[in-house]
């Protein structure tokens, strides 16, 4: 059996002596305590004029769109937006890749930026994302503070400001999963929330309605080409017709302008010399471009001059395309250059051919699109993909230190977590990872999931599992294991389906090889049983449940942890089948081992309190339900902080309580721990 062992759950407490409790949003937000001066200080600080942070645009040239900026501005200040009605202006913009929606989104913050106290852009491909943005704005409005304390102490503090204080801006840039703003949106009320995003769907958790924003129209787009292309004077009669067929050609789209109109003018390339050697050619037949061919010929026009002009361009570039678009920290490419003068000349090279743009504190950005196109560019079977193999080589080099993981505050840490997680996303389909990547995927997997954050994980734990299977075979202990915790992700990740037959392969193949008593083979059970709970097929939950419950009582003893979790989620799942009676007798029982053994603070405690309190609307008996949800709501705030998910959904309940009816929303439950 591998030595590496079963780590706890990861329950905090909260420190002596600090008394005040505000929660980081997000999808698995952690506890995050401020001392009552930094309370003091976020809501005594007021904003300078003009305060606020918009990245650069990566052309410098904006052209059209004005219809576009209006309805933002009438939908921002009121105009019939459905989260209008939650006190909140929201406005979501998504569009295919490349057609100027981050564009758009910084054209009204500039625009209209004297209307606003504050303006801040946050980078929100992930929560995590978004947390290191709202640390960045603690920093700019309070060094003095947040100077001395980790990212997430900053990000509670920018939260905390942001309920105090009015009329901000916040731009939330390429927003994957909608949800991720729901606690913001829900708890940050006194200014506009505006977002981006390439998503058309599942916007109803935020607001009702969104803006589909297409490519330019085609003057507009001729206007933009030709300023770029030949922007010290006006274009001839004859540059605009030829910049007009080009820009047919290019589809109109944004992103595929802005390059073709860097490299006419860094090549001094005719317009119409430049769109034959394309090779694009216009089909009036069709509905539209193909993004991704439209931006692989330009590529292919412009790393012939790029490399021509710095060959180390070319090598950074393919290696950025295998890591998060936004917030790559400069330093993390110095392994890949000879020296700090080659490495500064080659990105000068990319920017001065609009491949990336420069961010805020020695950061770089490329777009998604050609990210897309560089990933899939043609390349010998046998070998890896351009830039894969450097990208890991500086994930490495990068890679914080064991202690600045396990504090989880470390700016290291946090501004390595998105570059790490797009590395194992980015993934080649078919391929593992050397033992040494799956290491340092292993080990930011294990620090995220003591962080309570295990839904993050997915992406580096498939990594792992694949690197085990093709090293050690599909049987070996190291290899179940990694299926387990794989498996334990998805469910954490809301995907029980996924989790299950993962699950059930680790089971089989730990009672074969360890025993079906090992603890191991008992933590596999119950999460097994609770992924076949959470897709509703009680009928096979419940016995496997009982048997992990009796097993565990037996081997583990009665108030072990993992028992009382096992029986947590039995008791879940009798109220789940409508045995409440006999749920709720359990969960009574369940909560008073709780408080007894680990307190009655802790945050499974807390758990299974809002379980029994649920348990109790659930039977109509509202006498019993609506304290309990009062003492629930009032510790989930003390604990996890105002705008925790969980602290939203106590308050949500208990109003639906105090209203007399039984709908509720569920709560999380507890599991088992993780191994490795």
């Not at 999808?27 to 003009?50: F, I």
């Not at 990000?155 to 840039?173: I, K, Y």
């Not at 949800?179 to 505006?194: D, I």
């Not at 990547?437 to 994980?457: E, K, N, P």
Request: proline share 5%.
């Amino acid at each position: 059996m591998s030595t590496e062992g079963v780590e706890a759950s990861g329950e905090r407490a909260i420190a002596a002596g600090e008394s005040i409790g505000v929660a980081v949003s997000g999808d698995n937000a952690r506890v995050v305590v401020l001392p009552a001066e930094a309370v003091h200080w976020a809501r005594t600080v007021v904003a300078p004029a003009g305060a606020g942070f918009l990245p650069g645009s990566a052309s410098g040239v904006f052209v059209g769109r004005e219809s576009e900026l209006r309805e933002l501005r009438a939908l921002l200040t009121g105009g019939g937006s459905a989260a209008v009605t939650q006190q909140v202006a929201v406005r979501a913009i998504h569009g295919l890749g490349g057609v100027g929606k981050s564009s758009l989104a910084l054209h009204y913050a500039h625009e209209y930026r004297e209307s606003y106290s504050l303006v801040w852009w946050i980078t929100a491909e992930s929560a995590e994302s978004i947390v290191s943005s709202l640390a960045a704005l603690a920093m700019a409005l309070s060094p003095q503070w947040a100077g001395a304390v980790g990212s997430d102490e900053r990000a509670a503090w920018a939260v905390l400001w942001l309920q105090e204080h009015e009329g901000w801006l916040l731009v939330f840039d390429n927003v994957e999963d909608p949800a991720v703003l729901k606690p913001y949106v829900g708890t940050l009320h006194r200014g506009h929330h505006l977002a981006t995003s390439r998503k058309a769907t599942g916007w109803h958790v935020v607001t009702t309605r969104t803006m589909a924003l297409g490519v330019l129209p085609l003057e507009d787009a001729v206007d933009l080409l030709t300023r770029l292309a030949i922007p010290e004077r006006a274009p001839t009669s004859e540059e605009w017709g030829a910049a007009t067929e080009l820009a047919r050609v290019l589809g109109c789209l944004p992103l595929a302008l802005e390059q073709a109109g860097a490299y006419v003018h860094e090549t001094g390339a005719g317009l119409d010399e430049y769109r034959r050697s394309l090779g694009l050619v216009l089909d009036e037949a069709s509905e539209g471009i193909d993004p991704e061919r439209t931006i692989a010929r330009i590529w292919d026009r412009t790393i012939v001059a790029v490399t021509g002009r710095d060959p180390l361009a070319v090598r950074l570039l393919d290696a950025m395309a295998w890591l998060a678009p936004d917030d790559i920290p400069r330093a993390y490419l110095v392994p890949l250059a000879p020296d700090l003068v080659a490495l500064n000349r080659a990105l000068g090279v990319l920017h001065t051919y609009n491949m990336v743009s420069f961010g805020d504190q020695n950061t770089l950005k490329v777009h998604r699109l050609v990210q897309t196109v560089l990933r899939n560019r043609p390349h010998r079977p046998d070998d890896p993909p351009p830039g894969r193999l450097d990208a890991e080589h500086a994930l490495q080099r990068a890679r914080p230190s064991d202690e600045q993981a396990e504090t989880a505050t470390d700016d290291r840490w946090q501004e390595f977590i998105p570059q790490i997680i797009a590395l194992a996303e980015s993934a080649p389909v078919g391929t593992a990872p050397s033992s040494a990547m799956a290491d340092v995927y292993l080990g930011v997997a294990q620090s995220l999931f003591r962080q309570l954050r295990d839904s993050q994980t997915v992406a580096l734990r498939q990594q792992v599992l694949a690197q085990r299977e093709r090293d050690f075979g599909d049987s070996h202990n190291r290899t179940v294991t990694a299926r387990h915790n794989l498996g334990r992700a998805y469910t954490e990740g809301g995907h029980p389906e996924r989790a299950i037959p993962l699950l059930e392969t680790a089971l089989a193949q730990f009672e074969r090889t360890i025993g079906a008593t090992h603890p191991y083979t008992l933590s596999t059970r119950h999460n097994l049983a609770r992924a076949i709970a959470e897709t509703g097929d009680l009928e096979r939950a419940v016995p496997l449940l009982e048997t992990a419950l009796a097993q565990a009582e037996q081997i583990l003893g009665d108030t072990h942890p993992n028992t009382l979790s096992t029986r947590h989620t039995r008791a879940r799942a009798f109220a789940q089948a409508g045995d409440l009676e006999r749920a709720i007798r359990l969960l009574e029982t369940v909560l008073a081992q709780y408080e007894r053994t680990i307190g009655a603070d802790r945050p499974s405690t807390l758990t299974a309190r809002h379980a029994l309190a649920l348990a109790y609307v659930e039977t109509g008996d509202l006498e019993r339900a609506a304290p309990l949800l009062e003492t629930v709501l009032a510790q989930a705030e003390q604990i996890l902080g105002d705008t925790h998910p969980n602290t939203l959904t106590a308050r949500e309940n208990l109003a639906t309580a105090r209203a007399g009816t039984s709908q509720r929303r569920p709560v999380q439950n507890s599991c088992t721990g993780d191994k490795e």
